[in-house]
């Protein structure tokens, strides 16, 4: 967050905003150190339901959407590193990202990085009925938790694991409310080993190959 | 002989209407829009779950109309043919079920069969918000619990960005 707040810093007067949301099922008690550490001047809010994830068929964090001055989405659900952090991890380097993103803040629709609607419709419009059980599975599984019963969210948060495989949300958020081993029989490497590595934990953003050039001159 | 016996006939009759009070009472518990509503419905199986049309009200803020089941603009005819698939009336009140309504508006529906308690995820009309590429709207609050909404900061270009302490 803090790398958010120096970038909305930068460029918060150019009609921008940065919506940074916690997916926590824990709310402040997990999420409230980080937000107050980064003394944010970003709207920064708290999603104890994942709900930003469900209306987005988001499955990993960070999850970046760029939403333009009409309420649309101009550039869907991609991982979205404000720094280098993680790259030992994921492999990514995050300055192409974000010098598309500083493309579209100064030239909105016009930006090269906007993508069409047949991209975007590709990229979001996922009807598979499997995902919306899923959620309700997860979202079970999270009101169970809450109400004082974690052993009996165990089988809705492994459904909604089965149901949505591709969903590090659901998987990770599970491990984090328990023991992985113990309720769920494997750990987060594990799977993340399972799946092919950590460098494909993250796919890519979906950026034209010319931009990852003149990454060099951008970087802080 | 009858004074000693009393107390025996009272223990009895006292557990006979406990027994009958658990029966009459069904528990459940519907979360609807992720908010959690107690209610007692007449009947709950894997398809069927007939609630009070008041506990419809108060547990979905959907209501009874002549048009069908509506909720401010929204609203969802019931198929004439389907009725009593819907609806019943008895004991003076009239039932809704709740599960054929969410197969009706293509509803997933999350049940867990010891608490009894049924979760309704996103219909099929709050699904294809996405499809139409408008960003689905979402109100949450801040660390002071402060409510934002994503609709606030329409006219200015928004950068999304999710994140996790896990």
Known sequence: MPGWQALYQQLKDKNFEIISVAQDTGGVKDAGQWITAAKPTLTALIDEKHLVSKLYNMVNVPTGV?????????????VAFVDDRFKNFTGL?????????????EKGDKSQYVMNTDQLRQK???????????????????QLYKAGHPAEAIPHFKEAQRLNPKSWNYKRQAYALGDAKRDYGTTFMDEVNKNGGSKVYYAPPDLPAET?????QHER | MMPARLPVVIIALGLM??????????????????????ISPADQQQDQLWITTA?????????????GVCRQELCFPIPKSRKQEFLRKSSG?????????????HQ???????????????????????ASLQAPDFSLPDIDGKMHSLSDFRGKKVFLVTWASW
Do not use: C
């Open chain 1, 66 to 78: 760029w939403i333009n001055e009409q309420g649309m989405i101009v550039r869907p659900n991609e």
């Open chain 1, 93 to 105: 380097d995050s300055a192409p990202y974000l010098n598309a993103l500083k493309d579209w803040v």
């Open chain 1, 124 to 142: 979001l419009s996922m009807l598979d009925p499997n995902l919306a059980t899923a959620s309700a599975e997860f979202g079970l599984g999270e």
């Open chain 1, 212 to 216: 990852t050039k003149d990454t060099k």
């Open chain 2, 17 to 38: 209407s406990t027994a009958l009070a658990a029966a009459s009472e069904i528990r459940a518990t519907v979360i609807y829009d992720d908010i959690a509503t107690e």
């Open chain 2, 55 to 67: 506990d419809l009200t108060r547990a979905t803020r959907f209501e009874l109309k002549p048009q």
């Open chain 2, 93 to 105: 009140k009239e039932w809704f079920n709740l599960l054929a309504f969410a197969q009706l508006v």
């Open chain 2, 108 to 130: 997933p529906v999350a049940h867990d069969e010891a608490l009894a308690v049924w979760y309704f995820g996103l219909r099929s009309d709050q699904r294809q918000v996405l």
